[in-house]
């Protein structure tokens, strides 16, 4: 029994995937026929569902026609539209023509004709008085009634009366979207003229049953589109969210989909089953959701796009979609539920103007020409593919192995030559000694490629170590070196014998290695410490002891980051030298470094280690570099004190320099008996080398009252409010009170984040260049200008505020950012944190040159404080900073009354604006002029 259930499973899948690979035959789109005429104007053109039938409106010397061609674009009848100026044809089956024509007259009126092709015969006409259609948006039959959807009407054409009604009323804004579920008609439009509800995506939802007098209407915001889910009715909100509604007496919610990944835009057609969004990158991507599976599909669209061209997008019911450049002439087309890549249709007309599909058909035109191609099965050819296979050196290379989807063939020559049928095929070349190469190809035509194979390359890895540091380590090939490194080095070699050496302090070990394959070497180097002055180099013991007694000082300056700095400290340590080493890390070691590099008589360019040698407080030697353990032997042991010695790399030079000046700057806060060779605590000195003075309680608390009043000055920011207030609104609305909460925090921590980030750089950096003490001076004076100009109506103030403006290169960086900003708010209101707090970092810099003046001021006031004074006052100014939004956020979050009395400030506050900048300003002037005439 079991072996028959077993037989029976695989001979239905065999019998599934017959039929699934019979169902997906390889299939292109051909041009079938193509009609021009230098004459025409064409205005629409529309295949039926079926494309038995093409209806084409145009205007021939001023008159409009229309014309019925049959599937293979034969003409079947031609007809002269008579008195009209504009008109219409839509396509409900091979036998209902749905055609709109705009007349003439006194009152503009509109006639509706339905007319059938197949028997040639109009079957009714409906005069629509005061009317003018544009577009046939969608029709649809239901019962006795014809139901047309428009841009500003809504027609229910009774077809045995001949009479109509229009719903609602009076027209209406645009008409979107028309659907026939099991429950009623149900249309999507716009109704208000209003631009705040308009851009707040208000829309209405009405419900018909199945004739104009019985409705239902509602009203919503922040609505898209609607999706056909029948006996549900899906609503695609701006949030990213899309709310399921059972159809019944009203419209019930009983459900929701939250956080889509793609901000979709539109639906497929013709009853919206589908929401889709194209995103016009490279390559140009389609995404579709299917709603009621819950299943996401994406396409890679081989159009091409440059800027300015125009795309068109449309997905149907079926699964099939055209993505059309319309610059280009290109059509990518295919059907999403198979997963087959995309055909590329290229056209040969102008510009597209439309384009109009049936089941297998698709119609194309511009302004003079129409196009129809259909979907025919492709005959597939046999094509060769040649290979030929080459070294890395050019030379050929013979009884190599070709595997091609599977199936291996081999060559005895360098050339293979094999025939193929049209395809995508995977091929693997492989040969022992050599790397794999892989490639695929589809094949549409004959084929030659060369491919060169490379050999086979294992990994050589060395690890060297010692107990006076890490050894410098090369790989050679012979005397070519192929790679150097510190403690480690890995090169990628060709089988074969390489020499691998390790260095350190004249300390060398060489040694052969032979790889075959993957390898690793490891060294380890014993170095023998030994004293500078041992008996052999100096017979009398005084010049020792003289040392011992710090007549000798050793200074380097130098970096823990820098190699040869500590090879020079291992090898001062290795010849028994105590020696003070200064990181020039430190801002203070780093001016005297500079300073003392600077009064060098040759010029070169800044280089470490920096090594002064004194015999008391005569300078005896400079060196410039890492030299040679025996190089510093010798240097270390010159006695000779009357002269000074520059040595640059292999150069030695005698100089004139002053050594008391050099021992005065360089042994400043060095204790003699401190010569470990550690690096120095940081030294409390400012730039200009002497002592910081220690700020007292009674300056600190004259400095907090003026921080506090400009950073109150500060907050006052109606732009920042307004974005805030805007966020936290939407929020709250959109995702409830808690996700607000988040946010808000998420927002307010940015922002105070940022601006205390900015604010600590900012007294860096003016620490750091004490001259620009008089930029920020000149910075704060125009911000001072800025706001009184703004206060005032003087016409002189009004024209030197706009010599202040941002130059055209600065002000399209601003207008990029702001774009960014919009994009960013729009996205946090569906609550993300993340999105929300680089929201708020992105409005802390924009909104920055509205606001940097009392910042400036502040920023400089504290840049002469101890750092955590320094620190402690920035956390104070930006926690009065932003304590208005944290005020807005709570009266949003917590209404009431505690909103109302923050709406009556709020406005007392921008009444008071002009004045409040006025007086800003004019602080801001004042604090300039202190700035620049204060110590």
Known sequence: MKKRILLLSVLIFATILTILVEASPNEEWRLVNRITSNTWSITKVVSSPSGNF?????????????????????????????????????????????????????????EIAIYNPQIDKTILKVDLPGTTINEIRKALVTGNYLLLLTQKYIFWIDIKAATYTAVPDTPINQGLQMVETSRGIVFLTIETFCHICLSLNEKVIRIYQWTPFTYQSFEYYHVLAIVNLDPYLGVLFDNGTIGIYEINTGLNRTSAIHNLAVNY????????????????????????????????????????????????????????????????????????????PPYLLNTTTSTIVGISRGRDTLVVYDYRTIELYKKTAREVQNYELTLEVADETGASIANFTVEINGTKYT?????????????TYKIIISKPGYQQYIFTTKLTSNETRRIILQKTRYTLRVHASSNAGQPEIYILDGTRALCRGI?????????????????????????????????????????????????????????????NENNTIVIVYGSDTCAECRALKNQLKLLGINFTFKDISNKTYLQEYQTLYDMLPTKTIYQIPFTLLF???????????????????????????????????????????????????????????????????????????????????????HVLPVIATLALADSINPCTFMVFSALVLAVASFSGTRKA???????????????????????????????????????????????????????????????????????????????????????AQKGSMILSFLAGTLVSFTLLPCSSGPYLVAALMVSKLPFNITLACLL????????????????????????????????????????????????????ALWIILSP
Request: charged share 15%; aromatic share 8%.
């Open 741 to 827: 909460i988040y946010t808000s925090v998420s927002f307010i921590g940015a922002v105070y984040l940022s601006y205390l980030l900015l604010g600590i750089g900012l007294i860096r950096f003016v620490a750091m260049f004490t001259q620009l003490r008089y930029v920020l001076a000149l910075l704060v004076l125009i911000a001072g200008i800025y706001e009184i100009s703004n206060a005032t109506q003087f016409p002189k103030m009004k024209g030197l505020a706009q010599t202040l403006k941002l130059p055209k290169t600065f002000s399209n960086i601003q207008a990029k950012l702001n774009t960014l900003q919009a994009t960013l708010l729009a996205r």
């Open 487 to 547: 403690g480690y080095a890995e090169a990628k070699v060709l089988p074969g014998n390489y020499t691998v050496l390790a260095m350190l302090l004249n300390n060398t070990y060489q040694a052969p290695v032979k790889v075959r394959n993957d390898t690793e070497v490891y060294i380890i180097l014993n170095i023998e410490e030994r004293p500078i002055f041992p008996p052999n180099l100096h017979g009398n013991t005084q010049n020792q002891t003289a040392i």
């Open 54 to 110: 093409i209806a084409a409106i145009y205007q021939e010397n001023g008159i409009n026609k229309l014309a019925i061609y049959n599937s293979s674009l034969k003409p079947v009848k031609q007809v002269t539209l008579e008195n009209t100026f504009s008109g219409d044809a839509y396509f409900l089956s091979d036998g209902l023509l749905i055609l709109a024509k705009n007349l003439y007259g006194t009152i503009p009126h509109t």
């Open 876 to 927: 104070i100014y930006n926690m009065i900073f932003v304590l208005p939004l944290i005020l807005i956020s709570a009266a949003i979050i917590l209404g009431g009354k505690l909103l109302a009395t923050l709406d009556m400030a709020s406005i007392k506050i921008n009444q008071l604006r002009k004045y409040t900048s006025l007086l800003l300003g004019l602080a801001l002037i004042i604090l």
């Open 411 to 423: 060559s005895k020559t360098n050339t293979i030559t094999l025939t193929l049928k049209e395809g």
């Open 265 to 340: 835009s539109a639906v497929s057609l013709p009853d919206y089953k589908f929401l889709y969004s194209t995103s016009t990158g490279t390559p140009t991507k389609l995404t579709i959701f299917d709603v009621p599976h819950d299943t996401l599909y994406e396409v890679m669209v081989p159009v091409t796009n440059t800027k300015g061209d125009s795309l068109a997008t449309y997905v149907y019911d079926d699964g099939l979609y055209l993505v059309a450049n319309k610059n280009q002439n290109q059509i990518a087309l295919g059907n999403f539920t198979s997963r087959d």
């Open 615 to 701: 015999r008391g407080k005569h300078l005896q030697a400079i060196i410039i570099g890492l030299p040679s353990s025996q190089s510093l032997k010798e240097i270390l042991n010159e006695m000779n004190v009357n002269s000074t010695w520059l040595y640059l790399g292999d150069q030695k030079q005698e100089v004139t320099l002053d050594s008391s000046v050099f021992y005065t700057l360089a042994t400043r806060g060095i204790s003699l008996l401190n010569t470990t060779g550690n690096a120095l605590p940081q030294p409390p000195k400012n730039n200009t080398g002497t002592m910081t003075p220690t700020p007292t309680p009674q300056d600190i608390y």
